[in-house]
């Protein structure tokens, strides 16, 4: 390649202050696109943390209005005794919970309170708290009413 001693003779490629703004550009947008994005998947852990409390209420619901009110609350072993509640995680669908699950806070607890059981209406309290990665401890809470 022979050197460009004439004045008009152009020289291909980018300078280095070219090169230094575009990275500069680039820096800027690539770092609003990030800022964007951190709200969104915050957003996206609460709302499965939300989803996976709801499916374990949704379950003890579900048993709560299946069964009869002598399975409820017979003396025994009644779904409703003190002594079944609270449950975490697998153990609300009747499965050994690992050491590791029941220690996760994360994971939901749900805790089924009944003031008489034998009063009617028959009213029960659900409640779930899970401990979340950005709000700290959440807690909702369910009624539901069941006559004799």
């Known amino acids: 390649m022979k050197p460009c ?14 090169v ?12 609003a696109a990030a800022l964007l994005l951190l709200p969104i998947l915050d957003e996206q852990h609460h709302t499965r943390e939300v989803t996976r409390a709801t499916g374990h209420t ?7 209005y299946s069964r009869t009110l002598e399975d409820l609350t017979n003396n025994q072993d009644g ?17 050994s919970p690992t050491l590791l699950e029941m220690t ?13 059981l034998e009063a ?16 700290g401890t959440t807690e909702h809470q369910f009624w539901v009413v069941r006559t004799r």
């Open 104 to 116: 996760d806070l994360s994971i939901p607890t749900l805790d089924v309170t009944v003031t008489d």
């Open 58 to 64: 949704r379950a003890v619901l579900e048993e709560l």
């Open 79 to 95: 779904y409703l005794l003190a002594s079944n509640w609270p449950k975490k995680g697998r153990q609300v669908f009747d499965e």
């Open 120 to 135: 009617d209406p028959l009213e029960i309290l659900l409640t779930v708290t899970w401990e979340g990665r950005d709000v």
């Open 5 to 18: 001693l004439d004045s008009n003779c152009r020289q291909e490629g980018f300078t280095l202050l070219e």
């Open 20 to 31: 230094m703004m575009a990275m500069s550009l680039l820096a800027v947008v690539s770092l």
